[in-house]
């Protein structure tokens, strides 16, 4: 499996921490001046983080996932001026520690991510795209919020759905990629945590404000008959991503239940028992939770009262490793509530209907 350590261990990994730390700080005496104790104690807790996400990707058997990892941890150090070597040192601390305990697994992953670490990405790209149709409105909406006019920046949405933009659109080429290039400002050093607090509590009520029309749409009042439970795993604390799916869902004629974020994986099993919807989608926004999900989807699987409901997963792992659905055992994964839509059309088609 790949697992470091024991289920609940985290006084063990705050030790393997620790040592790691204290190995690289002692190799280099000066990383107490430039950091002080502080930084001592924030560096052992970015190493508790870093084994965590070492631990999913090995027991995903997913090189990818540890790889982008990485890359988002050297582009905050590169964000926030801080010396890139002092990150590979520590990685490189780390993996003598598994060298000499004969982890062969763990010294391979980080062996590929040190190895690689020169020719990854400095700086994340700008999250809004310049192919998206609405770039214009969604850099307009950010920069509203981020100026903390709240109630401009509902009107230019509320504006945008009466002129006629479809939902589905103000979703997924305005509202989502704002979020997510929220926490691309964040990680670089350009917003606070207030602020990306800020800019997710506008969104979600806004998207309340949005569900009205969406029952004035033409075709919406029309059911498909099938019903959806979207849900967030336990340790997810991010709702609006499958708040979209469950949305978008619904305006293409489903039942959608949504359970909101970090939700236990008895509780979602009792759900799926008591529901018996068609379609299960899972979101797991970090990868440290995938084991979760894996553990989720053996127990849907072993249910016989589950058994009809497919499972549909997304979320940033998935998203930067295409393949990581299969090795958690869903039946399928969706880059976006459209594409999530499209591939339940297909795969739930009616006899002699055209899944297209």
């Avoid at 709702?239 to 978008?248: E, L, R």
């Amino acid at each position: 499996m790949g697992l470091i350590f024991d289920a609940g261990s985290d006084p063990q990994r705050r030790a393997f921490a620790e040592r790691a730390v204290l190995r690289q700080w002692l190799r280099h005496p000066e990383m107490a001046q430039r950091y002080g104790d502080e930084g001592r104690k924030r560096c052992v807790e970015d190493m508790q983080y870093t084994l965590l996400y070492l631990e999913a990707a090995t027991s995903t058997g997913s090189l990818e996932l540890f790889r982008n990892y990485t890359e988002w941890l050297r582009s905050i150090f590169i964000c926030h001026n801080l010396d890139v070597a002092d990150l590979a040192g520590t990685l490189e601390s780390l993996l003598e520690i598994f060298t000499e305990r004969g982890d062969v697994l763990q010294a391979e992953y980080l062996t590929d991510s040190l190895r690689l670490m020169d020719s990854m990405e400095d700086v994340p790209a700008s999250r809004i795209a310049e192919n998206n149709p609405h770039k214009a409105l969604a850099t307009g909406y950010l920069k509203l919020l981020l100026d903390q006019d709240r109630q401009g920046a509902t009107d230019l949405i509320i504006n945008a759905a009466d002129t006629g933009i479809p939902l589905t659109d103000l979703y997924l080429n305005v509202l989502q990629p704002c979020l997510h290039e929220v926490g691309r400002l964040w990680t670089t050093g350009q917003l606070t945590i207030p602020q990306e607090h800020y800019v997710t509590t506008a969104t979600q009520a806004i998207l309340a404000q949005l569900q009205p029309y969406a029952a004035c749409r033409p075709g919406n009042g029309s059911g498909n008959g099938r019903r959806l439970l979207a849900v967030s795993i336990d340790g997810d604390l991010h709702q609006i991503g499958i708040q979209v799916v469950g949305d978008v869902f619904t305006l293409n004629g489903w039942e959608t239940t949504h359970l909101g974020a970090s939700v236990p994986v008895g509780d979602i099993v009792r759900v799926v028992r008591a529901q018996k919807p068609e379609l299960l989608a899972l979101s797991v926004t970090i990868a440290p939770n995938l084991p979760k999900a894996a553990a989720l989807i053996q127990a849907l699987r072993a249910d016989p009262e589950c058994g009809g409901t497919r499972i549909i997963v997304g979320g940033y792992p998935f998203n930067r490793c295409p393949d990581l659905w299969k090795r958690i055992g869903a039946d399928g994964y969706a880059r976006d509530a459209a594409a999530a839509v499209a591939w339940a059309d297909k795969r739930f088609a009616l006899p002699g209907q055209d899944p297209a």
